[in-house]
C-alpha cells in the first residue's frame, strides 16, 4: 500500500521514458551502436533566462528551452510549451517524440520543442505578449523556416504564434510567415489547423475501433483535458456519432451517462475560461483520476504526459485508448495494457495530424499560395489512414504493440537517412 502511494506520486522523468522507447525500437531494428548513441540524445540545446517587466515595473526573470532533437530529414520543428513544470528533461523527451512523429508519417522534418518554466494564468495579455516577443527574440538564433519552425502546444495558441512571428519578421525587417505554424487565419496560418490534432486523433480512433469491430456510432468516449486537443477530439467524435459520456479540465472531471453536449461544454470555456460551474441535466462530478478509470469504448488521454502509470494501469476499463497527449502511458503501464489486450494508438500517430497541417501551413506561407479546408482536410485524412495502417500491419505481423510498430518505422526513418547522409565531416 506504501509502495503504491509512494509509486504514484513519483513523476518518472520523461527523457528516460522516450529514451526506453527508443531502445526497445533500436533492439529489435539491431541498430548498431554508433547510430543508438546519436539518436538517443538530443543534438542541440538551448537555455535562455531572460528578463520580463512586469505591469508594476518590477522585473522578472523566466527561464526557457529550445531543443532540437534530430534535424537529419529537415529543419526541426515542434511546439512551445507554457507551463510551471516545464524542465529540460521535459523538452527533451517532447522534441524527441516530435523526430519520430513527424518521421512516422513521413512529413519532411526533424524534431524540436520549447518551453518556458511559467504558468500563463498569472500573467497579464501585456505580460504575456512580453514574454512572448522577449523569448522569441532569445531563441531566435535557433529559429526560422528553414532550420526550426514552433507551434502551439500546452498553453500557447494562435495569438502566441502571431507574436514570435511578428518579433522575427521585426528582426528581419519583412514578414516571415513560414517561422512558425498554428498562427491565425488572418496571418498566413492554414484552414484546418486548430482542429487538426483532434481530427487526427477522431480518424485513428475511427480505425482501431473498425479493426476492433467496436461500432463507432454506439462506441462511448472518455476524454482527459479539455484544450485545444481534448475539446477538438471530443467534438469531432461526437459528430462522427460516438458517445461522449466523460470529459475533463484542471477542475475536474464530469460525466453524463446519457452523453455530454460538448458544444455546449466548448461554449462555456470560451465565455468562462475553464468548466469549473458549467452544468447539464443529469451531470455527475469525477476526479481526474477517477475519469480515467471509467468503463468506455475509447478513452482519450489529452492531457499531459504520466497519467497512466503503473498504479493504475490494471483498473483502465477501455478497450482502445487513443493518445492525444504525447507520453501520457509510461512503459511499465504499456506492458501491463497490452497483456490486458487494451489497444494502444500511441501518441506519435493519433496526434500526428497537428504536426501535419502544420506542414502543409509552413509550405502554404513559403509559397505564398493557400488551399481549401476541403484539400486540407482530404490530405490529412490520407496521410492519417495510410500511417494507421502501415503501423497496423507492421504491428499485426510482428505481433507487438502499436507503439512498438510505430518506433519500428520512424526509428528506422531517421536511422536509414543518417546512414545515407554519412558522418560529417
Ligand atoms: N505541439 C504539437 C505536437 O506536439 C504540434 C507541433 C507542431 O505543429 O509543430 O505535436
New binding site residues.
Given amino acids: 500500500m506504501a509502495t503504491s502511494l509512494v509509486e504514484s506520486q513519483h513523476k518518472e522523468n520523461p527523457f528516460e521514458i522516450a529514451q526506453q522507447q527508443f531502445d526497445i525500437a533500436a533492439e529489435i531494428l539491431e541498430l548498431n551502436d554508433g547510430m543508438r548513441q546519436i539518436l538517443r540524445v538530443p543534438q542541440r540545446e538551448l537555455t535562455v533566462r531572460f528578463p520580463v517587466t512586469m505591469e508594476d515595473g518590477s522585473v522578472r526573470v523566466f527561464t526557457g528551452y529550445r531543443v532540437q532533437h534530430n534535424i537529419t530529414r529537415g529543419p526541426a ?5 507554457y507551463h510551471p513544470a516545464v524542465d529540460i528533461d521535459e523538452v527533451r523527451a ?1 522534441a524527441m ?2 523526430t519520430w ?1 513527424c518521421a512516422l508519417v513521413n512529413i519532411p ?1 526533424g524534431g524540436a ?1 520549447g518551453g518556458v518554466v511559467v504558468d500563463p494564468k498569472d500573467l497579464t495579455r501585456r505580460e504575456l505578449e512580453h514574454m512572448t516577443r522577449r523569448f522569441a527574440s532569445e531563441i531566435s538564433i535557433l529559429i526560422g523556416p528553414e532550420k526550426d ?6 498553453n500557447t495558441d494562435a495569438q502566441v504564434m502571431a507574436w514570435i512571428m511578428d518579433t522575427i519578421s521585426m528582426h528581419r525587417g519583412y514578414t516571415v510567415p513560414a517561422v512558425v ?2 498562427k491565425p487565419i488572418d496571418v498566413f496560418g492554414s484552414l484546418g ?1 486548430m482542429d487538426a ?1 483532434g481530427r487526427g486523433v477522431s480518424i485513428t480512433a475511427r480505425e482501431a475501433a473498425k479493426h476492433l469491430g467496436v461500432k463507432f456510432d454506439e462506441a462511448t468516449v472518455v476524454v482527459q483535458g479539455f484544450g485545444n486537443v481534448g475539446g477538438a477530439s471530443a467534438l469531432l467524435m461526437g459528430n462522427m456519432g460516438a458517445k461522449v459520456i466523460a470529459v475533463s479540465d484542471v477542475s475536474g472531471g464530469y460525466y453524463s451517462s446519457r452523453g455530454l453536449n460538448i458544444p455546449a461544454m466548448q461554449q462555456y470555456v470560451r465565455d468562462n475560461r475553464s468548466l469549473v460551474g458549467y452544468k447539464e441535466p443529469g451531470l455527475e462530478m469525477v476526479s481526474n483520476a477517477e475519469l480515467l478509470e471509467l468503463k468506455c469504448d475509447i478513452l482519450v488521454p489529452a492531457a499531459l504526459e504520466n497519467q497512466i502509470t503503473v498504479a493504475n494501469a490494471s483498473r483502465i476499463n477501455a478497450k482502445i485508448i487513443v493518445e492525444g497527449a ?1 507520453g501520457p502511458t509510461t512503459p511499465g503501464a504499456d506492458e501491463i495494457l497490452y497483456d490486458r489486450g487494451v489497444f494502444i494508438v500511441p501518441d506519435i500517430l493519433a ?2 495530424g ?2 501535419t ?3 502543409f501551413e509552413w509550405v502554404q506561407g513559403l509559397q505564398e499560395f493557400f488551399w481549401t479546408e476541403e484539400e486540407i482536410n482530404e490530405r490529412l485524412e490520407r496521410i492519417m489512414v495510410r500511417s494507421f495502417s502501415s503501423v497496423l500491419d507492421l504491428a499485426l505481423k510482428h505481433k507487438i504493440a502499436m507503439r512498438t510498430a510505430a518506433y519500428l518505422v520512424s526509428v528506422k526513418r531517421v536511422a536509414d537517412a543518417t546512414t545515407i547522409r554519412g558522418i560529417y565531416p
Avoid at 519552425?149 to 500546452?154: E, F, K, L, R, W
Fill in positions: 520543428k515542434g511546439g512551445i510549451r517532447l517524440w516530435m512523429k522534418y520543442k519552425i514552433p507551434a502551439p502546444d500546452v505554424t498554428g489547423r490534432t504525447n496526434n500526428a497537428g504536426v497541417v502544420s506542414y
